[in-house]
């Protein structure tokens, strides 16, 4: 088998080790991954032509209310027109919906049952084609407003306890339309992989007295090889435990526990590291099938956390689980991140490189 080397010290010497796979293990969640570098590829071999969207015979978001849809809760015009950037309508297949009462429990057999009240929206931009990684930084800053806009809304409910904020692309990634849209779901329960990363930075928090996040991306910034794009608000990265080949984060430079505590001043420039890490994935990639979301903590009641960092997390399909991801939770990714992030800069957008040169 193929080895690699990796250069440690002990007692003043060098010693050389042949590894072909490494564990590394997240200290927010406590997962483990694999990096098994004798099944290393290059990024052509993750850039598979993705399968193209079923096309309905009209666009239903093209315009939203003539196609069925409820008024938007939210609308932006075009400065100076009356024509529209982004719509947030209601989902007219809702997981969620204002029926039922609010997180009255009942029981069947051992299993605990709630009602499934709650919100389900549908962040639509204007363009049929373009996404985030072809949007102009106005485009970027309007459907990020939007997010934050309907996040802070929404905390208002006191039966929301979370508020998830998502976009799917491509058919794989669970994309049922082409034209280019981003969900928001809110809801009354705190979901468990939100609560073990909570838990994990509490931890990290009593046992060292620091914010995990925080002392991450301190490290991130000083090693350099998995740093993506940074402007004065925002840093994209490779994670050094990456899920999956091309995995990449977002984070605020800037302390903030909830996405709600988000600036208005800030639309733009998240908007703009949203636009960076994209961009870099469709050039290297050929425009793959992704999700990306925002972790972020709960709302109403549920704490204040001081010790997390909201972020966005983006997630390429390159891999599928098969037999020992799904048996361990273990997941297997086939790239370091650091080689992820060297192949992804290379294609970071001019604007962007003029952009981070003036940090």
Same mark, same amino acid.
């Given at each position: 088998?193929?080895?690699?080397?990796?250069?440690? *010290?002990?007692?003043? $010497?060098?010693?050389?080790?042949?590894?072909? &796979?490494?564990?590394?293990?997240?200290?927010?969640?406590?997962?483990?991954?694999?990096?098994?570098?004798?099944?290393? *590829?290059? #990024?052509?071999?993750?850039?598979?032509?993705?399968?193209? @969207?079923?096309?309905?015979? *009209?666009?239903?978001?093209?315009?939203?209310?003539?196609?069925?849809?409820?008024?938007?809760?939210?609308?932006?015009? $075009?400065?100076?027109?009356?024509?529209?950037?982004?719509?947030?309508? #209601?989902? $007219?297949?809702?997981?969620?919906?204002?029926?039922?009462?609010?997180?009255?429990? =009942?029981?069947?057999? @051992? +299993?605990?049952?709630?009602?499934?009240?709650?919100?389900?929206?549908?962040?639509?931009? $204007?363009?049929?084609?373009?996404?985030?990684?072809? +949007? &102009?930084?106005?485009?970027?800053?309007?459907?990020?407003?939007? +997010?934050?806009?309907?996040?802070?809304?929404?905390?208002?409910?006191?039966?929301?306890?979370?508020? =998830?904020?998502?976009?799917?692309?491509?058919?794989?990634?669970?994309?049922?339309?082409?034209?280019?849209? &981003?969900?928001?779901?809110?809801?009354?329960?705190?979901?468990?992989?939100?609560?073990?990363?909570?838990?994990?930075? *509490?931890?990290?928090?009593?046992?060292?007295?620091?914010?995990?996040?925080?002392?991450?991306?301190?490290?991130?910034?000083?090693?350099?090889?998995?740093?993506?794009?940074?402007?004065?608000?925002?840093?994209?990265?490779?994670?050094?435990?990456?899920?999956?080949?091309?995995?990449?984060?977002?984070?605020?430079?800037?302390?903030?526990?909830?996405?709600?505590?988000?600036? #208005? =001043?800030?639309?733009?420039?998240?908007?703009?590291?949203?636009?960076?890490?994209?961009?870099?994935?469709?050039?290297?990639?050929?425009? #793959?099938?992704?999700?990306?979301?925002?972790?972020?903590? @709960?709302?109403?009641?549920?704490?204040?956390?001081?010790?997390?960092?909201?972020?966005?997390?983006?997630?390429?399909?390159?891999?599928?689980?098969?037999?020992?991801?799904?048996?361990?939770?273990?997941?297997? =990714?086939?790239?370091?991140?650091?080689?992820?992030?060297? +192949?992804?800069?290379?294609?970071?957008?001019?604007?962007?490189?003029?952009?981070? &040169?003036?940090?």
């Amino acid at each position: 088998m193929l080895g690699f080397l990796r250069s440690t *010290k002990n007692k003043g $010497k060098q010693e050389i080790h042949a590894i072909p &796979s490494e564990l590394r293990r997240d200290p927010v969640t406590g997962d483990w991954i694999v990096i098994a570098r004798s099944r290393s *590829k290059r #990024p052509s071999d993750f850039a598979v032509t993705p399968a193209p @969207p079923v096309k309905a015979a *009209k666009d239903p978001f093209a315009n939203p209310q003539a196609s069925g849809n409820e008024e938007a809760v939210l609308r932006y015009n $075009k400065e100076g027109t009356g024509d529209w950037m982004v719509q947030v309508i #209601p989902n $007219k297949f809702p997981a969620f919906t204002q029926q039922g009462e609010c997180m009255v429990p =009942s029981t069947q057999g @051992p +299993f605990e049952v709630v009602d499934g009240r709650g919100y389900h929206e549908v962040v639509i931009t $204007k363009d049929p084609i373009r996404d985030f990684a072809q +949007f &102009s930084h106005e485009e970027a800053e309007y459907a990020v407003r939007a +997010f934050h806009e309907r996040f802070v809304a929404l905390s208002a409910d006191a039966c929301v306890r979370y508020i =998830s904020i998502f976009q799917n692309h491509g058919v794989e990634a669970g994309a049922s339309l082409t034209h280019p849209h &981003s969900q928001i779901i809110a809801i009354p329960v705190v979901p468990a992989a939100v609560r073990r990363s909570l838990g994990g930075a *509490k931890r990290w928090n009593a046992k060292y007295g620091t914010n995990v996040h925080q002392e991450i991306l301190k490290w991130e910034r000083a090693q350099k090889t998995r740093l993506l794009f940074e402007n004065e608000e925002f840093t994209v990265v490779c994670p050094f435990v990456s899920r999956v080949a091309f995995e990449m984060r977002i984070f605020p430079k800037k302390h903030q526990a909830s996405f709600a505590e988000l600036a #208005p =001043s800030e639309y733009g420039a998240l908007g703009d590291a949203l636009r960076a890490a994209l961009g870099m994935l469709r050039e290297t990639l050929n425009d #793959p099938p992704y999700n990306f979301f925002i972790h972020t903590t @709960p709302v109403n009641g549920q704490g204040t956390h001081e010790y997390y960092e909201w972020h966005i997390e983006i997630l390429p399909k390159t891999a599928t689980w098969a037999g020992f991801e799904l048996g361990t939770g273990i997941e297997i =990714s086939t790239l370091e991140p650091e080689r992820a992030a060297e +192949f992804l800069r290379v294609n970071l957008p001019q604007w962007a490189k003029e952009e981070a &040169s003036t940090l």
